[in-house]
């Protein structure tokens, strides 16, 4: 049986980006249950990929009781409701095989990744402030891509003068904006800019210097979308709610890497279900950004554990 419901978990505080802000995170939770045993899989629509809870739960409610992961990838497109599906099925496959999921996909067991933390965006000064709170965390990662960036990165760095910092722009920018900006990003010590120029208008990366890595995120889907990101692009963000899935993820890790492609592995404000299949294949990415539950005031069960070392390999009563 396969059953999927709408979730909301608050948010410690608001998140804002430059499309807008929020205050819940609002999660699609897909369990699954065959032979008394019960797999979980959580996904988070997205409406700039024109998803909603309700278009993600009908196309759930299409599928048939015994789909299996590969029938899925063909039944249901990339995005956030073959996610869900699609994890809650490995958990099920590792809990009826008695094994945890990277033993039985023939991966290494998964160590612990350091994860960027993300900064709303507010004013120079309240970033500053969120800067210094969270300036012992070894990598931050800022919204930007509004009027007055530079100011804000400017707070942000001095309150967080040892941190790592990268910098996502949500397709805020234009390639003036970014040329301009480019050699302030290198003299504050920016290590990556996230979708400065919005996707389908970003044939200028091809002409303009990179002297800062520049990732792939909303022109980053599945490994269809990667050979228009060549010579456009350093880097790739895989996030699983725009895969469709674990199953997909671990094979545009894979592509990716053979075309060149650096890696990022990142997430949607979801929970630690959400952030755990992720895990998987963040291992010898460049970036780790799976910091959904560290924004939330209230998580699942089980959480997954953050400290010093990063995120940690999720516990098998929560996912795999």
């Not at 819940?24 to 409406?47: C, D, K, M, N, Q």
Request: net charge negative.
């Amino acid at each position: 049986m396969i059953t999927a419901t709408l979730e909301t978990f608050p948010l410690a505080r608001a998140f804002t980006i430059s499309r807008g802000s929020k205050t819940e995170a609002r999660v699609v939770t897909v369990t699954l249950t065959r032979h008394g045993i019960t797999g979980r899989g959580e996904s988070v629509p997205y409406a700039r990929y024109g998803e909603s809870p309700e278009t993600v739960l009908a196309q759930i409610a299409t599928l048939p009781e015994g789909i299996t992961r590969a029938a899925l990838q063909e039944a249901l497109p990339p995005g956030a409701a073959r996610n869900a599906v699609d994890c809650a099925l490995w958990d099920w496959e590792a809990k009826a095989s008695g094994q945890r999921i990277w033993q039985g996909a023939g991966l290494a067991a998964p160590r612990p990744r350091i994860t960027a933390y993300t900064l709303s965006l507010d004013t120079p000064e309240a970033m500053r402030a969120q800067a210094r709170e969270n300036a012992h965390r070894p990598l931050l990662k800022i919204k930007l891509g509004t009027e007055g960036d530079m100011p804000r990165l400017e707070a942000v760095r001095a309150g967080a003068p040892a941190a790592t910092i990268i910098i996502d722009a949500n397709e805020g920018w234009t390639p003036e904006i970014y040329t301009t900006l480019a050699p302030h990003l290198l003299r504050l010590g920016v290590a990556l800019v996230e979708q400065p120029l919005p996707a389908g208008a970003d044939d200028m990366l091809a002409e303009i210097p990179h002297p800062i890595p520049i990732c792939a995120d909303e022109s980053a889907h599945d490994r269809a979308s990667l050979p228009a990101l060549k010579g456009r692009y350093d880097m790739v963000n895989l996030k699983l709610d725009k895969t469709g899935g674990l199953t997909e993820a671990l094979l545009m890790a894979d592509a990716a890497r053979a075309m060149g492609f650096g890696l990022m592995v990142g997430c949607m404000v979801g929970t630690s279900l959400a952030m755990a299949p992720a895990i998987l294949p963040a291992q010898g990415a460049a970036f780790t950004d799976l910091d959904g539950p560290l924004l939330l005031a209230r998580d699942r069960d089980h959480p997954l554990r953050y400290d010093a070392e990063g995120v940690h390999p999720p516990e098998a009563a929560l996912w795999g």
